[in-house]
T-cell receptor, first 117, second 111 residues
Framework: GAVVSQHPSWVICKSGTSVKIECRSL??????MFWYRQFPKQSLMLMAT?????????EQGVEKDKFLINHASLTLSTLTVTSAHPEDSSFYIC?????????????FGNGTRLTVT | DAKTTQPPSMDCAEGRAANLPCNHS???????VYWYRQIHSQGPQYIIH???NNETNEMASLIITEDRKSSTLILPHATLRDTAVYYC????????????FGTGTRLQVTL
């Protein structure tokens, strides 16, 4: 089945530093990828839609200058949390449609747990 | 996307069928019903989706009412590993269409 790989699975960083999270589609190409964030005991919230070859589309309230998204190829999207602060600590999850047909389901990575100290 | 309503939690005995309901009374004709589950500290896992016909795969069955205003996900023989939060989501047709998650149903499978 379609596999989405995320790296790293967890990261701890100091306040003020930047962290890059990678999302790869392993056996299919994805022109679109989605980035979600999940705080403890809450549901997933869509942050942005990553588009290969064009700018990402951000959801209302998500700072595009803080959460930089680069969809470098048809199999790789990256999310960089710039100048991270403790309130950015969260579970970040990417997803991509598997591409097998117009109604192919989204498949998710296993997430990256970010802790900012 | 149409909103969905699910019970916040359910219990099920291991080996029994787990029937998880979902209301989506404002669903549009071009929206599919998707089910995902999330086991603690993992990314969501796709289970099944459908438009208007009942669907079955190796994981579950999806029963959609004739008026499409509600659906039921059935796990025929629940195991402890099925303990998770189950999300019912309606999604517009198209691969670039996003998923909007609600609060889901926390299913606890017990011995």
């Amino acid at each position: 089945g379609a596999v989405v790989s995320q790296h790293p699975s967890w990261v701890i960083c100091k306040s003020g530093t930047s962290v890059k999270i990678e999302c790869r589609s392993l056996d299919f190409q994805a022109t679109t990828m989605f980035w979600y964030r999940q705080f403890p005991k809450q549901s997933l919230m869509l942050m942005a839609t990553s588009n290969e070859g064009s700018k990402a589309t951000y959801e209302q309230g998500v700072e595009k200058d803080k959460f930089l998204i680069n969809h470098a190829s048809l199999t790789l999207s990256t999310l960089t949390v710039t100048s991270a602060h403790p309130e950015d600590s969260s579970f970040y999850i990417c997803s991509a449609p598997s591409g097998r047909g117009r109604n192919s389901p989204l498949h998710f990575g296993n997430g990256t747990r970010l802790t900012v100290t | 996307d149409a909103k969905t309503t699910q019970p916040p939690s359910m219990d099920c005995a291991e080996g029994r069928a787990a029937n998880l309901p979902c209301n989506h009374s404002t669903i549009s004709g071009n929206e599919y019903v998707y089910w995902y589950r999330q086991i603690h500290s993992q990314g969501p896992q796709y289970i099944i989706h459908g438009l208007k016909n009942n669907e079955t795969n190796e994981m579950a069955s999806l029963i959609i009412t004739e008026d499409r205003k509600s659906s039921t996900l059935i796990l025929p023989h629940a195991t402890l590993r099925d303990t998770a939060v189950y999300y019912c989501i309606v999604r517009v047709r198209g691969t670039a269409s996003k998923l909007t998650f609600g609060t889901g149903t926390r299913l606890q499978v017990t011995l």
